[in-house]
């Protein structure tokens, strides 16, 4: 009689998924950690000897894993949106996870721009190696650079949580299965 789920509603691939969650995780624990350690006192030792080179690491790997997420998805089959989206979710949707993506190559690009042209800079660290700053050193284009990140990160806060705010509400409150797009991202 009914229709299963499978047939209903299609999913992303797993790699896709994968990609996703693990952009999520990224995301939100690097605007933590960035939250923090600029709150922190230049005082406080592990500002500059943790969590700086942290971030830096973990926005390399954020824009390295949003490169192969971008070539993934440009290889495949994606889903069509959820059939019970109206027409205005469905741009909204669409429109928001391209700019996320977009903004999980850029953010890091302007961080990587900062630390590159800091004159007191410590380089750019990836785990373990140093990657080259090829940008020259000026503290007027460092200061641009960060202004541009922080802006951006926020913007790309502001629109993750905006991205799982419709996922819940199409979940929780509409509670019908042909607008529940979540369920193509687990």
Partial sequence: MGTSMSSRHERYSLPM???????AVLILGLITVGW?????????P???????????????????????????RANSNLPKPAPGLAPWEVFLSRNIQRIIMALTLIVPLLGYSMSSSYTQSDGVPFFFTMLPELLPKNDGNFE??????????FTLLGL?????????????????PDKDALRRML
């Fill in 17 to 23: 998924r994968l990609l996703h969650w693990l952009r």
């Fill in 144 to 153: 641009i650079f960060q202004w541009l990140h922080k802006i951006l990160a």
């Fill in 46 to 72: 592990s500002k500059y000897e943790v969590l700086y080179p942290t971030h830096k690491e973990f926005g390399v790997l954020l824009f390295l894993v949003a490169v192969v997420h971008m070539i993934i």
């Fill in 160 to 176: 993750v949580a905006v991205h799982v705010l419709g996922a819940l509400k199409h979940r929780l409150i509409d509670r019908d």
């Fill in 36 to 44: 923090i350690m600029v709150s922190l006192a230049d005082e406080v």
